[in-house]
């Protein structure tokens, strides 16, 4: 629940309590956007039946008022992509429901929609839920927890953006402590020879091709994609478009965008 941000902190909770919410306890201030410009609300955990209520609030005090919760998913949950509203209730009646957060199902990612300032983005890795965007510590943690869990932060980035998933401070320190890598393409055997520091990987060069586009790396992609012999090429190209066409199959739009981009950078058409 939310109530614009004049009303007093203790008036606020008597309100709710008076109409039957328990209040766990008093958030931050966020700011949304509605057809009558930016309006600050005072967020409010609480527990109960909220469907409704901001009206009653409103009669209350006078104030615009702020409900979010169940009634308010936009979009069908079965499809793992959806917003999640809330409904913004002003003194005169006029009313209107805003889009507070995309949530993505596939990347486990709450990404706040344009239409709010003040709401954190999060991912959900091993069972734990991460702020966005990553600090160095939570990328080193996910290190740990090994390869899907970095492959799930890899493609958040290729769908997101760099910057939105990862903070401005832990790139700086990655840059820092950067280990140099060298890469070994063996176009005859289909297979790519990853060197990191002390560390060798060898990895099919579909596989590798494939988590470049995905991680955004497109000039590194183009480079080994021109540096092929031309059944090569082709075979690569077949990738893409299988790999395209599966995630549209599949309902997963965001990522197959990511795929259809990042082959336009390419110059391919898919």
Same mark, same amino acid.
């Given at each position: ?32 956007? %509605? ?8 967020? /409010?955990?609480?527990? @109960? ?19 979010? @919760? ?31 957060? %995309?949530?993505? @199902? ?6 706040? %929609? ?31 927890? @090994? ?12 769908? /997101? ?27 005859? %055997? ?23 586009? /995905? ?56």
């Amino acid at each position: 629940m939310g109530l614009a941000t004049e009303v007093d902190e203790d008036v606020g909770k008597s309100a709710l309590e008076e109409i039957g919410l328990v209040v766990r306890e008093a958030l931050g201030v966020i700011e949304v956007k %509605t057809a009558r410009g930016w309006i600050r609300f005072k967020l /409010y955990e609480v527990e @109960g039946e909220v469907e409704g209520v901001a009206s009653s609030l409103v009669a209350a005090l006078g104030v615009p008022a702020l409900e979010s @919760g169940p009634h308010l998913i936009l979009g069908e949950v079965s499809a793992r992509l959806w917003d999640e509203g809330a409904k913004v209730v002003f003194p005169d009646g006029y009313s209107e429901v805003v889009a507070l957060y %995309t949530y993505d @199902g596939f990347l486990d990612v709450r990404m706040p %929609t344009d239409s709010v300032r003040g709401l954190k983005a999060t991912i959900r890795v091993e069972g734990k839920t991460y702020e966005l965007p990553l600090k160095l510590e939570d990328l080193i943690e996910m290190q740990s927890k @090994g390869p899907e869990a970095v492959e799930k932060v890899e493609k958040a980035v290729a769908v /997101y953006g760099l910057e939105k998933v990862v903070s401005k401070e832990a790139l700086e320190e990655l840059k820092r402590l950067k280990i140099e890598v060298k890469v070994e393409v063996d176009y005859e %055997t289909g297979f790519v020879l990853v060197k990191e520091g002390a560390k060798m990987k060898v990895v099919s060069l579909r596989d590798y091709f494939l988590e470049l586009l /995905y991680r955004g790396e497109c000039e590194r992609a183009k480079k080994v994609y021109e540096g092929a012999p031309k059944e090569i090429k082709q075979s690569l190209l077949e990738t893409i478009k299988e790999e395209y066409n599966a995630l549209k199959e599949l309902g997963e739009e965001s990522r197959a965008k990511a795929i259809l981009e990042a082959a336009q950078k390419l110059g391919l058409q898919l």
